[in-house]
């Protein structure tokens, strides 16, 4: 035995320096993030976790009176900001703020391909007598505006104006301005790193709050400070999950230590087992780090709750071993083996199934906990022999489950007949079980947040409705593009339903090179010598240089490229609708105010095209979530049920170690459903895990190996204590998963302890 | 899009040192420092001046020529353009206003949105500051016998890409009457003015036009 604990050590020593020089610990939640199904939405939730949206901030200055923002102070804060380490743009939104030399330099050369979707019927009104003297009579209106330094660069290339075609639609927005609620004023503003780079965001966070304390200390003005976007959200969340790691981790480690030494009430029994839970949480940590490359904190929070289950089966080898004398306690641990082994299996089961129910993280947890319990079965079965020592012969005073036996044995028909009554109860109210269907309502925690988000919002100037619009997808660019201009046509058509109010697509911005060669020829064959001196005539009318201006000379030019926009002041205003990767491109056209149905129905003879709205997205995994569930939840207990009828081969001994955890789960259903309360697919995972844990209480109660049904169940509550007190602390966290998590699992395993001694006839009493 | 502020800006902060530099008593430099010139420009009342405006530009065979009234007073001024046709701008506090009546386009907007250099160089000249102006603009200041000649020569990359020089001349014991303004494509602006009336019964025309300046249109 000596050398198993000189190797114990060794290896215990090895997997600690292999972990501080391996393991890789994250705490952002992209890695929990939900991710969808098909490739559109996988490349969608990745552009939300990482795209230039993500790392957009929307910040509201409110006026704490009735009083106007004063412009200058968002004017002084503006350009502060734009100081701050990581920010890289900051803007007030509605506001025309393009660059103008970059959008004169990108686009009038590129006016005879750009000038319009439908260049037949624009050239049809452009092109005729009538409307060559409008035009001329446009520009030199414009040549008299404000922006005559411009629009004299730009009719020098494109005397007709062509390259400003598309950007009439733009117009309106300097009236929205003038709308605007003078008490409130947004600043959009773009970091450099990604909203989920929590380090960068909470530093930048803590700058923006800081230095509109100073400015609005200064300045004198009452007036307070709100931001919103997914670094927010991330950093919110990144630092409630810390919370509750830590908070977790240190009350379950204490609270289990605590528990332990009042139950053996022995410091050795206590280090050894410490020890045992430290090799099995290196493994743990190690065997994760192998397989996803990084493990996430909020694994070692859920994982946190291992140690409760884990620390199980060194109890119960502990309970048996210490009542027996010395020389018989390698015998005692071997004789309960095969129960631990089946328990540990069935508990396996569970966690298995859920890394199968489909929410990204919990595969994770699946993989730590799997090893978890491998492990220290393992070791409790080949290790923990070796520790024990020549103590003298001892057994846990839990009095309640001595007297709590007692009792059942003693009114063991009456008990049962309660717990039938109950079942009847249960099972008439099951059917009133709710579940939600809405996924924001897992999250109550971010509630707050979240009106936030939408008071900020509602203070914008755009009509965009947030979360809702048309996603184009195809294989490059070009393919996308061209979706996209067949999607206008029927937005437009929309539009003169009343069904639209507005849209926002990539055009006038960018056009596929398909249409910009379309209108470049189209143009070519129009400009006959006819339309040139119709022109010049019409030039003359309104006095302007038919020297300069004479000759319609639309030389070909390279399409203009998303490459090229990208490469210019211009990016800022499309790079939100457009998500490239290698084999797949989205365009997202934002809408106003429409109906969902009308646009659900216009693209469905339309691949690539679809209406999508965020909300639906979420509820549909929610709903996808459940079904996942509510699977893995059949199946695992399936296997389980396999499990233990290969063990038994026969059906009611199996029905006997699995009822206590069935009924344990149908109570807790039935209470949701008499509570009102609604029910998620974390709820079926909790169940899942409840029936896994308690299964080994059925097993041990019904196997009873050492022959001692009081010494048996003296090992389960203590087992028990410590399941439910490791889940019952994920009460405390504020991430309602936690909690729902420790609600179910901490209750089941109470209620699955207790009805053992009712359900499970025990002969040698 | 076309119609963004940053044009409208670099047109506006001719127009404005042309409203701002109006009301300078040319008295002044024949006897003061710049710095205590520039120190009382800002007007304590509503001044109304009359202007005729020529533009030679080379995209128009001639030289066009507008004509209105200029309403200058403490924190902005007012441009009502009445002919050949109505058209009304303004700039007040650091906002910029644009109304034209006929084609029924409006703009609003700050006047940092185009460029904050520019707007704090045009602020400066509106309180007086010149140490913020010789920021942006060499300054020359030719005092002749009868006549004075104020050269405004931008130093700002994005201001002089488009503005060459403003030049702003008059006679001694009298206001500003001529200002030139030179655009680095060749063209040319040129404005005389003359002041019509001051004083606070010019009010309410100016509460009226910034009325429907600010109007939702």
């Given at each position: 035995?000596?050398?198993?604990?000189?190797?114990?050590?060794?290896?215990?020593?090895?997997?600690?320096?292999?972990?501080?020089?391996?393991?890789n610990?994250?705490?952002?939640?992209?890695?929990?993030?939900?991710?969808?199904?098909?490739?559109?939405?996988?490349?969608?939730?990745?552009?939300?976790?990482?795209?230039?949206?993500?790392?957009?901030?929307?910040i509201?200055?409110?006026?704490?009176?009735?009083?106007?923002?004063?412009?200058?102070?968002t004017?002084?804060?503006k350009?502060?900001?734009?100081?701050?380490?990581?920010?890289?743009?900051?803007?007030?939104?509605?506001?025309?703020t393009?660059?103008?030399?970059?959008?004169?330099?990108?686009?009038?050369?590129?006016?005879?391909?750009?000038?319009?979707?439908?260049?037949?019927?624009?050239?049809?009104?452009?092109?005729?007598?009538?409307?060559?003297?409008?035009?001329?009579?446009?520009?030199?209106?414009?040549l008299?505006?404000?922006?005559?330094?411009?629009?004299?660069?730009?009719?020098?290339?494109?005397?007709?104006?062509?390259?400003?075609?598309?950007?009439?639609?733009?117009?309106?927005?300097?009236?929205?301005?003038?709308?605007?609620?003078?008490?409130?004023?947004?600043?959009?503003?773009q970091?450099?790193a990604?909203?989920?780079?929590?380090?960068?965001?909470?530093?930048?966070?803590?700058?923006?709050?800081?230095?509109?304390?100073?400015?609005?200390?200064?300045?004198?003005?009452?007036?307070?400070l709100?931001?919103?976007?997914?670094?927010?959200?991330a950093?919110?969340?990144?630092?409630?999950?810390?919370?509750?790691?830590?908070?977790?981790?240190?009350?379950?480690?204490?609270?289990?230590t605590?528990?332990?030494?009042?139950?053996?009430?022995?410091y050795?029994?206590?280090?050894?087992?410490?020890?045992?839970?430290?090799?099995?949480?290196?493994?743990?940590?190690?065997?994760?780090?192998?397989?996803?490359?990084?493990?996430h904190?909020?694994?070692?929070?859920?994982?946190?709750?291992?140690?409760?289950?884990?620390?199980?089966y060194?109890?119960?080898?502990?309970?048996?071993?210490?009542?027996?004398?010395?020389?018989?306690r390698?015998?005692?641990?071997?004789?309960?083996?095969?129960?631990?082994?089946?328990?540990?299996?069935?508990?396996?089961?569970?966690?298995?199934?859920?890394?199968?129910?489909?929410?990204?993280g919990?595969?994770?947890i699946?993989?730590?906990?799997?090893?978890?319990?491998?492990?220290?079965?393992?070791?409790?079965?080949y290790?923990?022999?070796?520790?024990?020592?020549?103590?003298?012969?001892?057994?846990?005073?839990l009095?309640?489950?001595?007297?709590?036996?007692?009792?059942?044995?003693?009114?063991?028909?009456?008990?049962?007949?309660?717990?039938?009554?109950?079942?009847?109860?249960?099972?008439?109210?099951?059917?009133?079980?709710?579940?939600?269907e809405?996924?924001?309502?897992?999250?109550?925690?971010?509630?707050?947040?979240?009106?936030?988000?939408?008071?900020?919002?509602?203070?914008?100037?755009?009509?965009?409705?947030?979360?809702?619009?048309?996603?184009?997808?195809?294989?490059?660019?070009?393919?996308a593009?061209q979706?996209?201009?067949?999607?206008?046509?029927?937005?437009?058509?929309?539009?003169?339903?009343?069904?639209?109010?507005?849209?926002?697509?990539?055009?006038?911005?960018?056009?596929s090179?398909k249409?910009?060669?379309?209108?470049?020829?189209?143009?070519?064959?129009?400009?006959?010598?006819?339309?040139?001196?119709?022109?010049?005539?019409?030039?003359a009318?309104?006095?302007?240089?038919?020297?300069?201006?004479?000759?319609?000379?639309?030389?070909?030019t390279?399409?203009?490229?998303?490459?090229?926009?990208?490469?210019?002041?211009?990016?800022?205003?499309i790079?939100?609708?457009?998500?490239?990767?290698?084999?797949?491109?989205?365009?997202?056209?934002?809408?106003?105010?429409?109906?969902?149905?009308?646009?659900?129905?216009?693209?469905?003879?339309?691949?690539?095209?679809?209406?999508?709205?965020?909300?639906?997205?979420?509820?549909?995994?929610?709903?996808e979530?459940?079904?996942?569930?509510?699977?893995?939840?059949?199946?695992?207990?399936?296997?389980?049920?396999?499990?233990?009828?290969?063990?038994?081969?026969?059906?009611?001994?199996?029905?006997?170690a699995?009822?206590p955890?069935?009924?344990?789960?149908?109570?807790?259903?039935?209470?949701?459903?008499?509570?009102?309360?609604?029910?998620?697919?974390?709820?079926?995972?909790?169940?899942?895990l409840?029936v896994?844990?308690?299964?080994?209480?059925?097993?041990?109660?019904?196997?009873?190996?050492?022959?001692?049904?009081?010494?048996?169940?003296?090992?389960?509550?203590?087992?028990?204590?410590?399941?439910?007190?490791?889940?019952?602390?994920?009460?405390?966290?504020?991430?309602?998963?936690?909690?729902?998590?420790?609600?179910?699992?901490?209750?089941?395993?109470?209620?699955?302890?207790?009805?053992?001694?009712v359900?499970?006839?025990?002969t040698?009493? | 899009?076309?119609?963004?502020?940053?044009?409208?800006?670099?047109?506006?902060?001719?127009?404005?040192?042309?409203?701002?530099?109006?009301?300078?008593?040319?008295?002044?430099?024949?006897?003061?420092?710049?710095?205590?010139?520039?120190?009382?420009?800002?007007?304590?009342?509503?001044i109304k001046?009359?202007?005729?405006?020529?533009?030679?530009?080379?995209?128009?065979?001639?030289?066009?020529?507008?004509?209105?009234?200029?309403?200058?007073?403490?924190?902005?001024?007012?441009?009502?353009?009445?002919?050949?046709?109505?058209?009304?701008?303004?700039?007040?506090?650091?906002?910029?206003?644009?109304?034209?009546?006929?084609?029924?386009?409006?703009?609003?907007?700050?006047?940092?949105?185009a460029?904050g250099?520019q707007?704090?160089?045009?602020?400066?000249?509106?309180?007086?500051?010149?140490?913020?102006?010789?920021?942006?603009?060499?300054?020359?200041?030719?005092?002749?016998k009868?006549?004075?000649?104020?050269?405004?020569?931008?130093?700002?990359?994005?201001?002089?890409?488009?503005?060459?020089?403003?030049?702003?001349?008059?006679?001694?014991?009298?206001?500003?009457?001529?200002?030139?303004?030179?655009?680095?494509?060749?063209?040319?602006?040129?404005?005389?003015?003359?002041?019509?009336?001051?004083?606070?019964?010019l009010?309410?025309?100016?509460?009226q036009?910034?009325a429907?300046?600010?109007?939702?249109?």
């Amino acid at each position: 035995m000596e050398w198993r604990r000189r190797w114990f050590y060794i290896a215990l020593i090895s997997l600690i320096a292999s972990i501080i020089f391996t393991a890789n610990f994250k705490t952002d939640i992209s890695a929990f993030f939900i991710a969808g199904d098909s490739a559109e939405e996988i490349l969608l939730a990745n552009e939300m976790q990482s795209g230039a949206l993500s790392s957009r901030y929307i910040i509201s200055i409110s006026s704490e009176s009735e009083a106007a923002v004063s412009s200058a102070f968002t004017s002084l804060f503006k350009s502060e900001l734009a100081n701050i380490e990581g920010i890289i743009d900051v803007w007030i939104p509605g506001k025309n703020t393009v660059p103008v030399p970059a959008l004169q330099k990108l686009y009038a050369s590129h006016a005879s391909q750009i000038y319009s979707l439908e260049p037949e019927s624009y050239l049809n009104k452009l092109l005729t007598e009538k409307g060559l003297q409008s035009r001329a009579e446009m520009l030199k209106k414009l040549l008299l505006s404000p922006q005559a330094s411009m629009i004299k660069k730009i009719a020098l290339q494109d005397p007709l104006l062509l390259s400003l075609a598309g950007f009439e639609s733009v117009r309106s927005q300097f009236k929205d301005v003038i709308k605007k609620d003078q008490r409130f004023q947004n600043l959009i503003l773009q970091t450099e790193a990604a909203g989920l780079d929590i380090k960068r965001q909470k530093r930048i966070q803590k700058q923006i709050k800081e230095l509109f304390s100073d400015l609005a200390a200064k300045q004198g003005c009452k007036y307070s400070l709100a931001m919103t976007g997914v670094p927010v959200f991330a950093v919110h969340t990144q630092q409630l999950m810390q919370g509750d790691i830590t908070r977790v981790s240190i009350i379950s480690s204490i609270l289990i230590t605590l528990l332990f030494i009042w139950i053996f009430r022995s410091y050795k029994a206590l280090f050894w087992t410490a020890l045992l839970m430290v090799a099995v949480v290196c493994s743990a940590v190690l065997v994760t780090q192998l397989v996803f490359g990084y493990v996430h904190g909020i694994t070692l929070a859920v994982g946190s709750t291992l140690i409760g289950i884990c620390i199980d089966y060194p109890i119960h080898a502990l309970v048996h071993s210490q009542a027996v004398t010395a020389e018989r306690r390698i015998d005692a641990i071997s004789r309960i083996w095969p129960s631990m082994m089946l328990g540990g299996l069935t508990t396996l089961v569970g966690y298995v199934a859920l890394g199968f129910s489909g929410y990204p993280g919990f595969q994770q947890i699946a993989v730590y906990a799997g090893t978890g319990i491998l492990v220290s079965l393992l070791l409790t079965r080949y290790i923990l022999p070796a520790f024990l020592g020549n103590e003298k012969t001892s057994r846990p005073k839990l009095v309640f489950a001595e007297r709590w036996i007692g009792f059942c044995l003693r009114y063991r028909l009456l008990l049962a007949i309660f717990v039938v009554l109950l079942l009847g109860l249960a099972w008439s109210n099951i059917s009133k079980l709710r579940w939600i269907e809405d996924m924001q309502q897992l999250t109550p925690e971010l509630d707050q947040l979240k009106e936030n988000d939408r008071m900020i919002r509602s203070r914008m100037l755009s009509s965009i409705e947030p979360g809702r619009f048309v996603l184009v997808s195809g294989i490059d660019i070009e393919s996308a593009l061209q979706k996209a201009e067949r999607a206008y046509q029927k937005l437009d058509a929309l539009k003169v339903k009343g069904e639209l109010n507005e849209f926002y697509g990539l055009y006038p911005w960018l056009l596929s090179a398909k249409q910009q060669k379309i209108n470049f020829q189209t143009l070519q064959s129009r400009l006959d010598d006819k339309i040139r001196t119709n022109w010049k005539t019409a030039l003359a009318e309104y006095g302007l240089s038919v020297k300069k201006l004479g000759q319609l000379d639309y030389p070909e030019t390279d399409f203009i490229s998303l490459a090229e926009i990208f490469d210019s002041p211009v990016k800022r205003f499309i790079e939100n609708q457009v998500v490239v990767s290698e084999h797949r491109v989205l365009i997202m056209i934002w809408l106003a105010k429409h109906q969902p149905e009308a646009l659900q129905h216009a693209f469905l003879d339309m691949p690539g095209v679809q209406y999508f709205s965020q909300r639906d997205l979420l509820n549909r995994m929610a709903s996808e979530y459940q079904q996942r569930a509510q699977i893995s939840l059949l199946i695992g207990l399936t296997v389980i049920v396999l499990l233990l009828l290969l063990r038994y081969r026969n059906l009611w001994v199996t029905f006997q170690a699995l009822s206590p955890a069935i009924i344990a789960a149908f109570f807790i259903l039935a209470g949701w459903s008499l509570t009102g309360q609604a029910v998620s697919f974390l709820h079926l995972v909790g169940f899942l895990l409840a029936v896994a844990i308690c299964v080994d209480y059925g097993i041990f109660y019904r196997e009873n190996r050492s022959g001692n049904i009081v010494l048996t169940y003296q090992a389960m509550a203590a087992s028990m204590l410590t399941s439910s007190v490791a889940f019952g602390c994920l009460a405390i966290a504020n991430t309602s998963a936690l909690q729902t998590l420790a609600q179910v699992v901490a209750l089941g395993v109470i209620v699955g302890f207790l009805l053992c001694p009712v359900i499970i006839h025990h002969t040698n009493e | 899009m076309y119609k963004t502020t940053n044009q409208f800006f670099v047109w506006s902060c001719y127009f404005l040192v042309s409203g701002v530099l109006i009301v300078m008593d040319s008295a002044a430099y024949a006897q003061a420092t710049l710095e205590s010139v520039l120190a009382r420009m800002k007007p304590q009342t509503v001044i109304k001046i009359h202007y005729r405006e020529t533009r030679f530009l080379e995209l128009l065979d001639q030289p066009w020529k507008g004509s209105g009234y200029f309403y200058v007073f403490p924190d902005g001024m007012i441009k009502e353009q009445w002919y050949p046709q109505r058209q009304v701008m303004a700039v007040k506090a650091n906002k910029l206003y644009y109304f034209d009546p006929f084609a029924d386009v409006r703009y609003q907007g700050e006047m940092e949105d185009a460029s904050g250099g520019q707007a704090i160089a045009f602020k400066g000249l509106m309180a007086g500051d010149v140490k913020l102006l010789q920021k942006y603009f060499q300054i020359e200041f030719q005092n002749q016998k009868k006549t004075w000649i104020l050269t405004l020569i931008p130093k700002q990359s994005e201001l002089a890409e488009q503005l060459s020089r403003i030049i702003i001349s008059g006679t001694v014991n009298q206001p500003v009457n001529k200002i030139e303004v030179f655009l680095t494509d060749g063209d040319q602006h040129v404005m005389e003015l003359k002041t019509e009336d001051q004083g606070n019964q010019l009010n309410t025309k100016v509460e009226q036009l910034l009325a429907e300046l600010q109007s939702k249109g």
